[in-house]
């Protein structure tokens, strides 16, 4: 009898170290699981942050009215992929500035590649006409760099801030007189502005 009982014990030992076994493993499992959970989480954020939307806030007043100090904004960064930035388009793209901090610019696109822009007594001259529209708050005051004729390359675009004369943009010269953001390249692009998503006052999209 006493040989009968030891054996049913070190059986019942034997189930309990195996079900012990079994319950650490599947506490691994899950730990594992839960850490793939979270890391294909934070690159699914990742390659969104990077590839689809981006958020950006604005800092200043050279997109006034259209844009104010402190909106809180979303950039389109996918549909450049597949079409081309269009006259109006309102773009972020990086500018270094003279301490080697870069900042994100807003602006908006004003001259497209391979046309010939001036400003002539306040009035935007594009291929020799006059270029129809509203979205500058003031007339122009200084040509700058568009002084004379400025013809972009097929990968340039001419920016300008709405607020035309509080504006640093494809206008603004150095005091040698060399322009400073020039002529924004097609692949220093970041995205389109799409949203506005604060001020909630004015939740919407941006449009030309």
């Not at 899950?30 to 800092?59: D, K, N, P, W």
Request: a negative charge; one cysteine or more; aromatic letters at 10%.
């Amino acid at each position: 009898m006493k040989e009968i009982k030891t054996k049913k014990k070190e059986k019942a030992e034997e189930l309990e170290e195996e079900q012990e076994e079994r319950s650490q493993k599947e506490n691994v499992w899950e730990i594992l699981r839960t850490f793939m959970i979270l890391g294909t989480v934070i690159l699914v954020c990742f390659l969104f942050r990077e590839f689809v939307l981006q958020r950006t806030v604005v800092m200043g007043e050279s997109m006034e009215d259209t844009l104010q100090d402190g909106d809180n904004l979303l950039v389109d960064k996918i549909s450049y992929r597949f079409s081309d930035p269009e006259r109006f388009d309102v773009i972020v793209f990086p500018f270094e500035e003279e301490d080697g901090t870069t900042e994100r610019y807003i602006k908006r696109i004003i001259g497209l590649p391979g046309e010939t822009i001036s400003i002539e007594d306040g009035k935007i001259i594009i291929d020799g006409k006059v270029l129809e529209e509203s979205y500058g708050l003031e007339t122009i005051k200084e040509a700058g760099f568009a002084k004379t004729p400025v013809t972009m390359a097929p990968n340039e675009y001419f920016v300008l801030g709405d607020n035309r004369n509080h504006s640093k943009d494809s206008r603004d010269l150095d005091r040698w007189g060399t322009p400073t953001v020039g002529l924004v390249k097609r692949e220093n692009i970041i995205g389109k502005v799409w949203i506005r998503v604060f001020p909630f006052s004015k939740f919407g999209t941006i449009d030309p």
